[in-house]
């Protein structure tokens, strides 16, 4: 284990998967987890991106000890999650999918428990929780249960962040947490980075994506795509058009009945569509025979959530 | 050791600031020992009775007043025929009558031989044999009286004593098995739902991702309760000794460490509970069901063990809260030492060792 213990640590390696696998049930039917290898490099923002249940969680708590992979392996910070499980739960922190603190238990209560539970004080570590804790240390006789989402979940970085992780750890810390709070919470995890901490994330929120300095673009337990967000979306092959009219829903019954369509889906206001052939002029002639009315096209450029889609789909 | 001390100071948190847990663990104990005390008695008191004295003599006179005396009749002295006797049974407005026969002294001093009839109501069996019981004893204590007036020879009289417990007071019994029950269920319940709450919040999660070391989670956990069983083995004791009128008769140290000892065993048992409980509510419910039930069953605290089927005689052997209900029972109530209980504290010591090791090795460090 030494060995390869320096090597990835020369090779500046934080996380190392290979080939992990995980089922679940009684015959092993339901596969979680398929055969998924990625590395995290020091200091890197590292994002799992992909919808409920293709596999995040089961990806972290195989991570951080506490599920045995079926098969495959894992290093972070160059010990084996299943030998030297003891050595990750000293160093690694850990922010679980829901909040999962005391809610009995006030704000400082909280932070000065889990300080003390890793070896450390909120004192000697507060300058890396000090830009996040500032925000709710007004609140800090509050009890946990009584936090608004974004609260919460604050607290929940600082706690997993007091004992001056080697790796966070960070599952979908930002679900069920209003648009503003989400901005705030990446912008210090970018701080964080300067920390020298590597960041595992996970978020089912396709625009958080770009905030990542790569991403493993998952689904069903596979992943699709692992780049930087820039270099997914750059390697998307069709020019996308936006197309809207007055009926969404007439415009989005008429759309497969194009013949020259390849992909279209719904994309917030808009349709979003690509072409086998021909162009946006010749779909909105198609479209007027159709009966439909205010239609508007244009092009656009594709985003994650494109690219993600487009991988769905092939 | 400073992670131990935060860990055991946050479980005190939970249990002070959650009012409800609060209230049943320092409630229960006080209202058990109030309701077992003075509602759930099997004692009868002031049962009413209906005196017929057709004799009106001497004697017949001195065993009414000796039942006046005592504080389990309510009687009533009536010259009834039968049938306005059985009148009053049907109302239910008496629970037995008791009839002198005429010539009832002269028949004791001439032929040393008397009748006097008792009839019960039947209905309610229970009560009906403590009435006939407490009615007996008087009679004889008067017959006993009259045998030292009398010399008469080679008198040979039967003489029932109820040892330990003379005035067959039913608080006796029950303060053990109150002790054996509350302390199951603190220990027992207590541990397996904050265990399993842990769990259901997920902060489990977060202390299996820590330097903290599993089993001093489990010590953590069992201290504080451990602590709390003590606060409540203290307020039983204080209050039978001062509500009751109940003393302890045994040695008090060695009472207290056998009841640590079954704290440990009933602990250990919450946390295995907690192992296979999901959800605070199967935690609570496995703790009532199976352990509390048995604890009622089998400890023979209310039905006595030596009346069961064999097969269920052999189950009670497998039941803690029996060992400890004897040694409590003996050590207390009976003012025995250690020498008369070692048995039964090496059995429940024994189970105390397989339960915690089993638990220990049980804990899961893993989420599977």
């Known amino acids: 284990m030494a060995s390869l213990n320096s090597t990835e640590q020369q090779r500046g390696i934080s996380v190392s998967v290979q080939n992990l696998t995980k089922t679940y049930g009684k015959n092993k039917e339901v596969l979680a987890v398929d055969s998924v290898s990625f590395e995290v490099k020091k200091g890197e923002l590292f994002g799992l991106i992909g919808p409920d249940g293709a596999g995040k969680t089961s990806i972290f708590r195989m991570l951080t000890t506490l599920l045995f992979p079926d098969s495959g392996s894992a290093t972070v910070d160059g010990f084996d999650i299943v030998k030297d499980y003891r050595q990750i739960r000293n160093t690694v922190g850990y922010m679980p999918g829901r909040f999962s603190l005391y809610q009995d238990l006030t704000i400082a209560e909280n932070l000065h428990f889990f300080a003390t539970l890793f070896g450390t004080t909120v004192e000697e570590n507060y300058h890396l929780i000090k830009d996040i804790y500032v925000q709710i240390e007004k609140f800090k006789t509050r009890r946990a249960g009584k936090l608004s989402g974004g609260m919460k979940q604050k607290l929940a970085l600082c706690c997993a962040l007091i004992h001056k992780p080697t790796v966070l750890f960070l599952d979908e810390p930002t679900t069920g947490v209003d648009p503003v709070s989400r901005k705030e919470f990446w912008e210090m995890l970018k701080r964080l980075k300067e920390q020298e901490i590597s960041i595992v994330v996970s978020t089912p929120y396709m625009d958080e994506a770009t905030m990542c300095d790569r991403i493993a673009l998952i689904q069903g337990g596979k992943i699709l795509s692992l780049d930087t967000p820039d270099n997914i979306i750059g390697a998307y092959p069709d020019t996308l058009f936006a197309v809207r009219s007055n009926n969404m829903y007439d415009l989005l019954r008429t759309l497969p009945q194009y013949e020259n369509i390849k992909a279209h889906y719904a994309f917030g206001e808009f349709a979003h569509v690509s072409f086998k052939s021909g162009n946006a002029s010749d779909l909105e002639k198609f479209l007027k025979q159709k009966g439909l009315s205010g239609i508007e096209t244009k092009t656009v450029v594709p985003n994650i959530e494109d690219a993600f889609i487009k991988m769905l789909q092939s | 050791m400073k992670q131990f001390f935060v860990f055991v100071r946050k ?10 847990t609060l209230f049943i663990l320092f409630g229960m104990p006080v209202v058990q020992v109030l309701l077992f005390g003075f509602a759930l008695t099997n004692e009868v008191k002031d049962s009413p009775v209906i005196v017929v004295d057709n004799a009106k003599d001497e004697a017949s006179q001195a065993i009414i007043g000796k039942m006046y005396a005592s504080h389990y009749f309510d009687i009533e002295k009536a010259p009834l025929s039968h049938n306005e006797i059985l009148e009053n049974f049907r109302d239910g407005k008496i629970k037995a009558a008791i009839i002198f026969p005429a010539n009832f002294n ?5 032929t040393n031989k008397a009748q006097i009839q008792v009839i019960t109501d039947a209905s309610d069996p229970n009560t009906a044999t403590t009435v006939l019981n407490y009615a007996t004893s ?59 709450r842990e769990k259901e919040f997920g902060t489990m999660e977060i202390l299996l991702v820590s330097p903290f070391k599993p089993i001093l989670v489990v010590f953590a956990k069992l201290f504080p309760y451990l602590t709390l069983s003590m606060v409540n083995l203290v307020t039983i004791l204080l209050m039978s000794v001062f509500v009751l009128g109940l003393p302890i008769k045994g040695s008090i140290l060695l009472l207290v460490l056998l009841s640590m000892l079954f704290m440990v065993c009933c602990l250990s048992l919450g946390l295995l509970i907690s192992n296979i409980a999901k959800s605070q509510q199967v935690a609570m419910l496995i703790s009532l069901v199976g352990m509390l039930m048995p604890t009622m069953i089998f400890s023979g605290f209310m039905f006595p063990i030596e009346n069961m089927p064999t097969l269920l005689q052999v189950i009670s052997n497998i039941v803690p809260s029996k060992w ?45």
Request: proline share 3%.
């Open chain 2, 138 to 196: 008087v009679i004889k204590s008067y017959q006993e009286e009259l045998a030292q007036n009398t010399r008469i020879p080679y008198r040979i009289s039967t003489e029932v004593r109820n040892i330990f417990n003379p005035q067959l007071k039913s608080e006796h019994n029950f303060v053990p098995g109150v002790m054996a029950m509350v302390l199951m269920l603190i220990c027992v319940m207590m541990t397996a739902i904050s265990i399993v």
């Open chain 2, 106 to 110: 002269a028949d004791l001093s001439h």
């Open chain 2, 324 to 368: 400890y209900y004897t040694i409590v029972k003996f050590v207390m109530i009976k003012g025995l030492g250690f020498s008369s209980i070692w048995k039964e504290a090496l059995i429940l010591a024994g189970m105390t060792c397989v339960l915690f090791f089993v638990a220990l090795k049980k804990f899961k460090i893993r989420l599977e």
């Open chain 2, 11 to 20: 479980e005190f948190y939970h249990v002070f600031r959650d009012k409800r």
